[in-house]
């Protein structure tokens, strides 16, 4: 079963607007990661966040979490008809299979 | 940063024969692979986890005997789909997670996906 819900589950943006994908988990994490997926293809690691870190930055990629809501957001700033794919979080609840959330579908409108 | 590749990207075949998929880590020396599977529009199902040298451990539901993991080296793990048929129609996709420091092995790093169509 997954371990990680998101929504909203469709986002469509113009171009330049942000765009902020919400994910929750139901159990305790050491970390919380989340993976971009272009239509077709494998999925590509973006950032990784540390359950005693709050925020992390890279990029135009801005990850927070809330250990206490058991919640985590991406904000992508400034978007770019690149940045459409589908965009999951993932964690490794006790143990090391990472499952993953339902994923948010992007669509970045030029 | 860690590459995983995977061959083949698509296959077809016809129903009843067998399907290899590689899939290899290649700058870095995976312990652990996992293979997925993916239908349009859902998430990643966990098919089975493998650990270099030692048997897959399958998720419920998998058939170890229709999806033999093999995983022979710590840079190669191997697929086989046996006997297809058009339910087994599927994106698949491998990962691999480093058992040293480098990269670090929270991190699993993902194949680009093999697309099997089953005739």
């Known amino acids: 079963s997954q371990q990680g819900e998101e929504d909203p589950q469709a986002l469509s943006i113009q171009e330049g607007e942000n765009a902020t994908m919400n994910c929750s988990y139901k159990?305790?994490?050491?970390?919380l990661q989340w993976y971009r997926q272009n239509s077709g293809r494998g999925l590509v690691h973006l950032i990784l966040i540390r359950s005693n870190e709050r925020e992390k930055h890279s990029g135009r990629l801005r990850v927070t979490l809330d250990t206490s809501k058991k919640s985590s957001s991406l904000l992508i700033t400034a978007s770019r008809a690149a940045d459409t794919a589908s965009y999951f979080c993932?964690?490794?609840?006790?143990?090391?299979?990472?499952?993953f959330g339902e994923g948010t579908q992007l669509t970045v409108n030029p | 940063g860690a590459v995983v590749s995977q061959h083949p990207s698509w296959v077809i075949c016809k129903s009843g024969t067998s399907v290899k998929i590689e899939c290899r880590s290649l700058?870095?020396?995976?312990?652990?692979m996992f293979w997925y599977r993916q239908f349009p529009k859902q998430s990643l199902m966990l098919m089975a986890t493998s650990n270099e040298g030692s048997k897959a451990t399958y998720e419920q539901g998998v058939e170890k005997d229709k999806f033999l993991i093999n995983h022979a080296s710590l840079t190669l793990s191997t697929l086989t789909v046996t006997s297809a048929h058009p339910e087994d129609s599927s994106f698949y996709i491998c990962s691999a997670r480093s058992g040293g420091a480098n990269p670090a092995p929270e991190t699993q790093y993902f194949g680009p996906g093999t697309r099997l169509l089953v005739l």
């Open positions: 700058d870095f020396q995976a312990t652990t």
């Open positions: 993932a964690t490794r609840p006790g143990g090391s299979r990472l499952t």
């Open positions: 159990t305790s994490i050491n970390n």
